[in-house]
């Protein structure tokens, strides 16, 4: 249940920041920011949900520390690509602002990934502690 709760979310921010380069399609993403309470919201909470969701795809709590760090990492550099891409393409502008924003939600995911790795590991120790 979580694996579609977490590619729902993909595929409707995929949608969401896809429709931002069709001129025609805007009005989607118009109404989600509108919807949520502003684009400064709608960064910083697709910033979050989107790298929770992908971290929890990709099943990152499997993986050694620096790899679920790389990963980290890579989602960041794409929320600077698509910001990039933006400042090339005609009828959009690319703004560091917005960048900082989804790397404020970025952050928060990694804060909340931290956060419950560690309650995992201690609840860990402490079942282990107790079958011995």
Request: aromatic fraction near 14%.
């Amino acid at each position: 249940m979580a694996d579609l709760l977490a590619l729902t979310v993909c595929l409707v921010i995929a949608t969401l920041v896809t429709s931002k380069y069709m001129p025609n399609h805007q009005a989607l993403a118009l109404r989600a920011e509108a919807f949520v309470g502003g684009y400064v919201i709608l960064h910083r909470v697709a910033g979050a949900v989107f790298t929770l969701s992908v971290v929890w795809l990709c099943r990152v709590h499997r993986w050694p520390w620096w790899g679920q760090g790389f990963l980290f990492a890579a989602i960041l550099t794409v929320f600077a690509l698509d910001e990039w891409i933006q400042s090339i393409i005609p009828h959009r502008h690319g703004c560091l602002q917005d960048f900082y924003n989804s790397a404020i939600g970025w952050g928060t995911a990694l804060a909340i990934w931290g956060i419950a790795r560690f309650l995992w590991k201690l609840h860990a120790k402490k079942e282990e502690k107790r079958l011995s």
